[in-house]
């Protein structure tokens, strides 16, 4: 097993090394534009990571590494266009520097170039590589109108929230490490314990996700704490607060602010009162717990084994 700074290196090669169109520029650049600002790319990474685990080379696996890596900037695309998001990795957003139709166009080149790289070298597995992800694709979409449906429901339950971001968030994690598995040539049984591991890591990153916006460094994190509290974000803290505050002030305080600040130290200290910094992490340490259950259930040797167990407990510690 490589370390996780060598997979993101070859993932950053192989990307650099993309040969895509000059023209026309107006559909290329913003492609481009959005690959070179990089990421965590923690999926491409967990593709070539599960298939170098299985004793493969994890080049085996390359083309749909990138392909998912490709995938998931797609949906990025067009989530910023209907969030009408301004910034992304500090970077202006692409229907902000070009133009909404802009976005929404190079975002479907995006999605049909990843599955042009996916079918690469896949040979044999080719069919199963494209219901593994088109399948993942369909439960993205309905996770983000899942999302979209939360904007506009006050009684929306934990149980759904958690519905909500394994589709929107957590399958392609799980599809990611699949992936992997599958280019190695392992059978079925492996393929959906990888995915079992990838679907929990990614409940657990986004929770602690829900957490860093709330109550993580702003110096750190990257950017400013409580953005879900002012947008009304339905998360997890949110959701529960709204159930368990006897005292009606999140209720209340739902909806625009001429004090920002005083909102969100009042929903801050109701989540305090209610014990959700705490709660919300016993949570994250039940999927990463499950996450590792997962991988035990593979008999993987200890290296690989400890490669995964290690990225899944950096993940709920994690700042940024």
Known sequence: MLTYDKYLATVNRAIERLALPDSPAGLYDPIRYTLS???????????LAACDAFDRDPMTSIHQAVAIEMFHNFTLLHDDVMDKADMRRGLPTVHRKWNEETAILSGDAMLTTATMLLSIHAESRLATALDLFNGTAMKIYEGQQLDMDFEKRLDVTVAEYMEMIRFKTSVLLGCACAMGALMADVNIEMQQRFFEYGENLGLAFQLQDDFLDTFGNPDTFGKAIGGDILNDKKTWLLITALGEDKTGTVKSLLGPTDNPAEKIEAVMKVYRDLNLPERIHELIDRHIAD?????????????AREFFVELALKSATRDK
């Open 291 to 303: 996450a590792i259950e997962a991988l035990d259930k593979m008999q993987l040797r200890d290296e």
């Open 37 to 47: 600002a990089g990421g965590k790319r923690i999926r491409p990474v967990l593709t």
